[in-house]
């Protein structure tokens, strides 16, 4: 039988998709004062947020006529018609925050307008609010939440402890904070204070308490435009080698709305291709501004996601920032790292030929102090400048050498050098299958093989420069399996092919290759990361090396 439910059975439908837990209350109240153009917001809890939530601000405040609808459901000041849904700038304007909560806990909300010379007070529960009754109040609004989930327990059930419910809180609060430097927030738990964020013009502090002080500190600032008019991406990033096993601690606004989703997640890996290491994240925080019209906050009731009219292009767009800053501070690090500008060609100056000098430095550049002191374990260059040591890993420089020398090729046409004696393979089936389907990539990069039997492949040219050096097949299609994050499936065969094609770990190297190697690494786009994201230089200041001799 087909029968219509009550009001107060539909409140607490309705209110289970807006209220999971005690910060979703914290969410939509925090946002609220928000919109109200609050510039202090303080929120006080109990028991993580099973005894109490309250939340106070110095917004413009609720008129006495206008609190009881204010609980009401679809009432809403920030929405006048469906027009509206095309261009929202507020962070609520569905009307049902308050609503919702008054259908599953018991709500006071005291508030005063500019107009008037006392405030108002009204008590809410289930489909019912009270009269407004006149009362002694600052300017803004208080809310105090009591009792959640007291008539629906079942919710309780699902709820983890008050600790674990509180620190949701805090962190949900601490990364809001964010969007909002001209904003005091203030947090406290049981009566105790937890932090509080003056309003500011930076994000220092606020940074360093989401991210830690020492990661905060080493965040690199991005900022470019968008697609469209007014449109931006700004924030900061983790630098390479500083990252994280998840995406916990990568946080998107979009128009000053936290979202919790991973839109821009495809971007992130993009701008990170050959600084990231595969399975390892960067972390930050983005700020999007895109014109109303082309985002679409009506996802779903906990507004903590959005469409995008444009999303391949915003994502196009985010992704370049993040290359450009990256890009940018690489540049910044090498000259940090080996103070010096490129040498000049010493393989040129020793009459000697590198076996992998496929391309030589630019003619004339001269060096300004770097001094090559040796080779460790055969698979480190040691260098100074007289200030500090500086420790470059053959391999990972060559493959970075390599990488961006083959894409430049692989780019414009004519990569290959056909050998004199072409040398024959021999594959298992599944090597066989992969070496196939990159075999066209290949060709294009340099390397062309023809089909010799079943199985079996001739290599008949390599990448210009390489006829001197024998190609890991086998090792270039092992690596093939471990995606780099970032890189498609044609600069995976790039990075593959460099990878197994340069110096190795454990060669024998004489100083003029070192020489020459570190002159050709200093011209590179990305200097300090092979395209698997693994570090080429380490720099070792003095002041470190005399704390290791406890001076």
């Not at 204010?70 to 027009?83: E, G, N, P």
């Not at 991005?222 to 946080?251: H, K």
């Not at 009731?301 to 995008?308: C, E, G, Q």
């Not at 990569?415 to 298992?428: G, Q």
């Amino acid at each position: 039988m087909i029968r219509l439910l009550d009001e107060t059975t539909v409140g607490q439908i309705a209110a289970g998709e807006v209220v999971e837990r005690p910060i979703s209350v914290v969410k939509e109240l925090v946002e609220n004062a928000l919109d109200a153009g609050a510039t202090r917001i303080a929120v006080a809890v109990c028991g993580g947020g099973l005894g109490s939530i309250e939340v106070t601000d110095d917004g413009a405040g609720i008129p006495r006529d206008e609190l009881r609808l204010a609980f009401a459901r679809h009432a809403t000041s920030k929405l006048r018609d469906a027009l509206g849904l095309t261009h929202v700038a507020t962070l609520g304007f569905r009307g049902e925050g308050l609503a919702s909560i008054a259908a599953v806990a018991r709500v006071s909300m005291i508030s005063r307008t500019l107009a008037s010379d006392f405030g108002y007070a009204v008590e809410a529960f289930e489909n019912a609010a009270s009269e407004p009754e006149p009362t002694a109040a600052p300017l803004g609004t208080r809310v105090v939440v009591r009792e959640l989930f007291a008539n629906v327990p079942v919710r309780r059930e699902y709820l983890r402890s008050p600790s674990a419910e509180f620190a949701r809180i805090s962190g949900f609060l601490a990364t809001l904070a964010l969007g909002y430097p001209e904003v005091t927030f203030a947090l406290e738990h049981d009566g105790r204070p937890t932090f509080v964020f003056p309003a500011a013009r930076g994000l220092e502090q606020r940074l360093a308490h989401v991210f830690g002080g020492l990661p905060a500190r080493s965040m690199l600032g991005i900022a470019s435009g968008l697609p469209g008019d007014a449109s931006t991406v700004a924030g900061y990033i983790s630098p390479p080698g500083s990252d994280r096993p998840d995406r916990r601690l990568q946080f998107l606004f979009v128009n000053r709305r936290l979202l919790r989703t991973t839109l821009m997640a495809g971007a992130w890996n993009a701008g990170y291709a050959g600084y990231a290491l595969a399975h390892r994240q960067p972390y930050g925080v983005l700020f999007l501004e895109i014109a109303p019209d082309q985002v679409d906050p009506n996802v779903h009731p906990t507004k903590s996601d959005v469409r995008l009219r444009n999303p391949s292009a915003v994502a196009a767009a985010v992704r370049h920032a993040i290359a450009e800053t990256l890009a940018a501070d690489a540049g910044t690090r090498l000259h940090a790292s080996l103070s010096f500008a490129p040498p000049v060609n010493a393989a040129q100056q020793s009459g000697t030929s590198p076996s992998f000098d496929f391309e030589a430095p630019p003619d004339g550049a001269r060096g300004g102090g770097l001094r090559v002191l040796a080779q460790l374990d055969n698979t480190f260059i040691l260098a100074t400048d007289g200030d500090a040591l500086v420790l470059v890993d053959q391999h990972a420089a060559h493959e970075r050498i390599a990488y961006e020398a083959i894409e430049r090729r692989a780019r414009s046409g004519g990569a290959d050098e056909p050998l004199l004696i072409p040398y024959t393979i021999e594959l298992d089936p599944p090597e066989a299958g992969r070496f196939e389907a990159s075999r066209a990539e290949l060709a294009r990069a340099g390397l062309e093989a023809e089909p010799f039997g079943e199985r079996a492949y001739r290599i008949v040219a390599t990448p210009a420069g390489y006829g001197a050096r024998s190609f890991d097949v086998r090792g270039y299609l092992d690596d093939l399996t471990d995606q780099p994050p970032g890189l498609d499936a044609r600069q995976r065969v790039w990075a593959s092919l460099a990878c197994h094609s340069v110096v190795r770990a454990g060669e024998r190297l004489d100083v003029a290759e070192m020489s020459a190697l570190l002159a050709r690494l200093a011209q590179c786009r990305n200097p300090m990361h092979c395209p698997h994201g693994r570090p080429t230089t380490v720099r070792v200041e003095a002041a470190e090396i005399a704390r290791m001799f406890k001076r």
